[in-house]
């Protein structure tokens, strides 16, 4: 599976972006996901959706952030809002295979993009 995210860039607190994650290689993606991290911090989970829509959110990003996915296309989006400067961060993709279930798994997959930088401007 080949993951390529793209829509990251620089953009002033308060305002918006959307991240895309074109999935290829095999045309069955089950879990997917989207992380992050800072410079100098850990990867953190930002939100996650299985095949079917049911979605999991951090805290940190619940009620700005929106996950969703075209499972047509194999592609999976991140509408970001109300960004903050504590939203800087490499963006990444990550995706499971099928067989998946009713809700993501809360776990990492096997997967990985390059990532997208956003950048959130004070």
């Known amino acids: 599976v080949q993951l390529v995210e793209s829509g990251g860039g620089l953009v002033q607190a308060g305002g918006s972006l959307k991240l895309s994650c074109a999935a290829s290689?095999?045309?069955?993606?089950?879990?997917m996901g989207w992380y992050r991290q800072a410079p100098g911090k850990g990867r953190e989970l930002v939100a996650l959706?299985?095949?079917?829509?049911?979605?999991y959110y951090a805290d940190s990003v619940k009620g700005r952030f929106t996950i969703s996915r075209d499972n047509r296309k194999n592609e999976m989006y991140l509408q970001m809002t109300s960004l903050t400067h504590d939203d800087t961060a490499v963006y990444l993709c990550?995706?499971?295979?099928?067989?998946?279930?009713?809700?993501?798994?809360?776990?990492?997959?096997?997967?990985w993009g390059q990532g997208t930088q956003v950048t959130v401007s004070s």
């Open positions: 290689g095999d045309t069955c993606i089950a879990d």
């Open positions: 959706i299985a095949a079917h829509g049911n979605a």
């Open positions: 990550n995706v499971d295979k099928c067989p998946g279930l009713e809700y993501p798994g809360r776990y990492e997959y096997p997967y």
